[in-house]
C-alpha cells in the first residue's frame, strides 16, 4: 500500500534541485491535503475545472512558476487513492496575473473507465484574451457591434482546457492502455521526477 508520508517527504527532496531560485515545500491543508508552497511566491489565478481560485504559485525559472496540489483518500484498508495536480504558469514576478499555461495531473482511483491516467490540460492563450478584455472596456459603446462579433467568435471555441489528453498511453502496443494507476510510491516519485525534467526541456526550448 502507498506510504503517503514518505511519498511528500521525497517529494520535498527531489524539488530541492528543480527549484534553484525558491525554497519548496508542500504545506498540509488538512490530514489528506497537501499544497506547494516556499520563500519565493507570487498571486495567481488557477483554473482548475469549474473554478477560479486565487492561489500563490512559486517561483521556478526565468519567468514560470508552479503550483501543485496532491491528495490521498483511503478507499479501504489497502487501498489508497491518490490525486496529483500540477500547473506551470508564465509572467514577471510583479505580474497581478500569471498566464496559466497547462497542467499535468495523475488521478488514480478504481471505476475510471473514460480519462486517461497521467495526463495534461491546455489552456489558450490568457494573455490574448486579456487584450480582447481589455479592448473592449475601452472601446466607443458605437463599435458595440464588433464586441458582439467578438464575444460570438469566442463562444464558438471548444473549451480544449477539460480534455483529458494521454500523458502515458500504450496506443502502439495495444487498443486500450491509457489509464494507469500509481500501485507503489516509487510511481508517481519517478514520475514526477521525469515530469519536472521534460517540462524544464520543453519550456527551455519554445522560450
Not at 483554473?47 to 496540489?69: G, L, R
Not at 496506443?171 to 494507476?181: A, C, F, L, P, V
Request: proline letters at 3%.
Amino acid at each position: 500500500m502507498l506510504n503517503p508520508k514518505n511519498i511528500i517527504t521525497e517529494i520535498c527532496k527531489t524539488s530541492k534541485s528543480f527549484f534553484p531560485e525558491s525554497s519548496f515545500y508542500l504545506e498540509p491543508i488538512n490530514i489528506s491535503k497537501y499544497y506547494s508552497t516556499g520563500n519565493f511566491t507570487s498571486k495567481a489565478i488557477n483554473h482548475n475545472k469549474n473554478s477560479n481560485e486565487e492561489i500563490n504559485v512559486i517561483k521556478w525559472f526565468d519567468d514560470f512558476w508552479i503550483y501543485m496540489e496532491i491528495t490521498f483518500n483511503q478507499a479501504d484498508k489497502n487501498t489508497i487513492n491518490t490525486f496529483f495536480t500540477l500547473s506551470v504558469f508564465e509572467g514577471s514576478s510583479p505580474d497581478n496575473i500569471k498566464n496559466q499555461l497547462f497542467r499535468a495531473e495523475w488521478d488514480s482511483y478504481d471505476n475510471n473507465l473514460i480519462h486517461p491516467q497521467p495526463h495534461w490540460h491546455f489552456y489558450s492563450n490568457g494573455a490574448f484574451e486579456n487584450i480582447v478584455k481589455d479592448f473592449a472596456d475601452v472601446i466607443d459603446k458605437e463599435q458595440s457591434d464588433f464586441i458582439e462579433m467578438i464575444n460570438e467568435e469566442k463562444s464558438k471555441r471548444i473549451e480544449v482546457n477539460k480534455m483529458h489528453f494521454a500523458m502515458s498511453a500504450l496506443w502502439s502496443k495495444k487498443t486500450e492502455g491509457h489509464i494507469h494507476k500509481i500501485s507503489e510510491d516509487n510511481d508517481l516519485l519517478n514520475w514526477y521526477r521525469s515530469l519536472l525534467s521534460h517540462i524544464k526541456t520543453q519550456l527551455e526550448y519554445v522560450k
